[in-house]
């Protein structure tokens, strides 16, 4: 079954207005939980790495006052696209990895944000 | 340098046929390579995996052959059908967070 809960599936926003997009682990605590985006037909780009209780480790190029990550508990991570505009429509998916040793990632079925 | 390099960047295989792609890394600290399968519109989902203790990976269909001194490892659908039809992206982790190829879009024939 599904490990990875991802919601909502799909929104068109406004330029300017801010969108927030949740990502839940359904069997197990998540203590770390990570954010991916991907353009049509490309491949995904890691954006951000979300701890519980700590703040959001960024990669490179990411602008955290942009995307904001809140991880409020260990089964719940929430992207804010703030102030979004038409270069931040893409597909956002977030993704878990499984307690244990050698554990592999999973990923919830993702967002198409659509800004216009 | 931590790029994986995936080829080709799409594929068309007749059902019956097998379809093979081939990803490259350049960092020998990489210990997980995994397959993910991705349905347009969906999240990627975990296809196979492998570690570069064993040289091969078979589960069903699918198959992963792994080379470490060359380090390259390739994915084999043998028996394609068209519901394989889909983009695949190899990827590789020296531990925690994945690096993805580019994706490969393989449509197989009737």
């Known amino acids: 079954g599904a490990v990875v809960s991802q919601h909502p599936s799909w929104v068109i926003c406004k330029s300017g207005t801010s969108v927030k997009i949740e990502c839940r682990s359904l069997?197990?605590?998540?203590?770390?939980m990570f954010w991916y985006r991907q353009f049509p037909k490309q491949s995904l780009m890691l954006m951000a790495t979300?701890?519980?209780?700590?703040?959001?480790?960024?990669e490179q190029g990411v602008e955290k006052d942009k995307f904001l990550i809140n991880h409020a508990s260990l089964t719940l991570s929430t992207l804010t696209v703030t102030s979004a505009h038409p270069e931040d429509s893409s597909f956002y998916i977030c993704?878990?990895?499984?307690?244990?040793?050698?554990?592999?990632?999973?990923f919830g079925n993702g967002t198409r944000l659509t800004v216009t | 340098q931590q790029q994986v390099k995936q080829s080709p960047q799409s594929l068309i295989v007749q059902k019956g046929g097998i379809s093979i792609i081939n990803c490259a890394y350049e960092?020998?600290?990489?210990?997980?390579f995994p397959w993910y399968q991705q349905f347009p519109g969906k999240g990627p989902a975990l296809l196979i995996a492998?570690?570069?203790?064993?040289s091969e990976k078979k589960e069903g269909r699918f198959t992963i052959s792994f080379n470490k001194s060359a380090k390259q490892f390739s994915l084999h659908i043998m028996d394609s059908q068209p519901g394989d039809s889909a983009t695949y992206f190899c990827?590789?982790?020296?531990?925690?967070?994945?690096?993805f190829g580019k994706g490969t879009k393989l449509s197989v024939k009737p």
């Open positions: 960092n020998t600290a990489f210990d997980y």
């Open positions: 993704s878990v990895r499984t307690p244990g040793p050698n554990s592999p990632l999973h």
């Open positions: 069997d197990f605590q998540a203590t770390t």
């Open positions: 990827a590789a982790s020296p531990e925690g967070n994945l690096i």
């Open positions: 979300s701890n519980e209780g700590s703040k959001a480790t960024y």
């Open positions: 492998i570690r570069p203790d064993v």
